[in-house]
Each structure stands twice: as structure tokens, then as C-alpha cells.
């Protein structure tokens, strides 16, 4: 073998070395320059603490996933009950105004049913606010509001069609009964001239709020007033 063959061996030789080494370096650089872990039990334990993590947020979002939502046309339902229920509105106003009308020395007269004379009930003391009789004008606010605006009849008869003496326990001595449906506040649903319980204008026949008002027996009063999608319905109960 002469000399140029083993010079041309020598060469080729030396290019398999040289090709050889530069694989595995090629290969390692597709790993990132950033790879976080510095050894395999390190990135194992790393892993297995992500898996636990991932457990721990899905139950997290099963367990509120579980909570009951009400649906929309639960909502409108509940919508629709607040918007149907009546409430009992304060009347304290009421009881100031009744009383001032009461024993307000122009006030103290009615018509006789002749139409032509007056009887005068001078020295008329203020009534007193009665939890009784207060409570018996909420039964009877709330019932003339069904009585009136869902059975259309204007009267002082019972919902279960029963005389309104019956809504009084025995405890309760009676002396009278105001209604009234629609005035928007005390004021107007005891002194207003037309709409009002005072009734200055009227005759006899239209002055039966105000001589109840004006009843020399009573000495004891429950005022209420019951509203209902936007309807008013107002009892005065005059007791001794």
C-alpha cells in the first residue's frame, strides 16, 4: 500500500470521528435552554405535586358547580309573589289628624236627616290608640281590599260574605266601622272634603264616616291601611 492510499485512509477516517461526535450534540440541543428540573426525581415529584393541584381545583369547581342556580323562570316567579304581596303602611299620621279633627270645636257637628238642622257634640275627647282594635283594622283593611278590588263589591260585608261585627272578639266592644279604598295618604283619607272621612259637604245620608268620627261613645281606635300591587285600602275601627 503506498503512501498516498494510507494518507487518503487516514483522511477518511478521521471524518467518521469528527461526523460521529457531532450527532449527539445536535440531539441535545433541541432540550430548552430553560428546562427547570436538575435531575428526574425533581422533575417526577414536580409533576406529581401539579397532578394534585389539578385535583384540588376541579373539586373546587365541582363542588360550586353543585350549587342551585334559579333559573329564569324561577326568578320571575319569585318577582311575581314580592310584587303580589300586600303590606300594612304607617298610619301614625292618622291618628293625629282623626283626633285633631275630633276635638276641633268647628268640627264637632253633623247634619240632622232632615238636611236643615245640625247636632252639636261639643267637648269630644281624643280617642286612644288600641293594639287591639288596630289589629282588627289590618284584617279589615286586607279583607275590604279583596272585598273591593277582587270581588268588586263595595260594602262592609266579610270576604266570606259574614257581617263585619264578626271580625270583633267580645274583648272588642264596637262602636263603628270606617272604610275607604284608593286615597293615597292620612291626610286625604281623613280630611279630604270629597274623598275624605270628614265629609263636610255631604248631607246626612253621606255623613256616616264623619258621625263615627265625631261618636260620643268611642273613646278607643285602630286605623290601618293595606296596599296591594299599587291599590290602597283603608279601616277605621272605632271601639269603647
Wanted: net charge positive.
Amino acid at each position: 500500500m503506498n503512501r498516498r492510499i494510507i494518507k487518503i485512509i487516514a483522511v477518511v477516517i478521521a471524518l467518521v470521528v469528527t461526523l460521529g461526535s457531532a450527532v449527539p450534540t445536535f440531539a441535545s440541543s433541541k432540550k430548552p435552554s430553560y428546562y427547570p428540573y436538575k435531575s428526574a426525581a425533581a422533575k417526577n415529584y414536580a409533576q406529581k405535586m401539579a397532578f394534585k393541584n389539578l385535583e384540588k381545583n376541579s373539586s373546587k369547581t365541582k363542588s360550586s358547580s353543585t350549587k342551585k342556580t334559579p333559573t329564569t323562570s324561577q326568578k320571575t316567579i319569585k318577582a311575581a309573589k314580592t310584587y303580589s304581596s300586600g303590606k300594612y303602611l304607617n298610619v301614625n299620621e292618622a291618628y293625629t289628624l282623626l283626633n285633631n279633627f275630633r276635638t276641633s270645636r268647628s268640627n264637632q257637628w253633623y247634619w240632622n236627616s232632615n238636611n236643615r238642622t245640625k247636632t252639636y257634640i261639643y267637648g269630644l275627647k281624643a280617642l286612644k290608640k288600641d293594639a287591639l282594635l288596630e289589629k282588627i283594622a289590618r284584617t279589615r283593611a286586607e279583607e275590604q281590599w279583596r272585598r273591593y278590588y277582587v270581588q268588586r263589591k263595595m260594602d262592609h260585608t266579610r270576604p266570606n260574605g259574614r257581617d263585619c261585627k264578626t271580625a270583633y272578639p267580645t274583648s272588642a266592644k264596637y262602636a263603628g266601622e270606617n272604610l275607604a279604598w284608593g286615597q293615597k295618604s292620612c291626610k286625604e283619607v281623613i280630611l279630604h272634603a270629597k274623598w275624605g272621612w270628614a265629609e263636610p259637604n255631604d248631607k246626612y245620608s253621606g255623613q256616616g264616616h264623619r258621625r263615627n268620627m265625631l261618636n260620643r261613645s268611642a273613646t278607643r281606635i285602630g286605623i290601618a291601611c293595606y296596599e296591594k300591587d299599587g291599590k290602597k285600602c283603608w279601616a277605621m275601627c272605632l271601639g269603647y
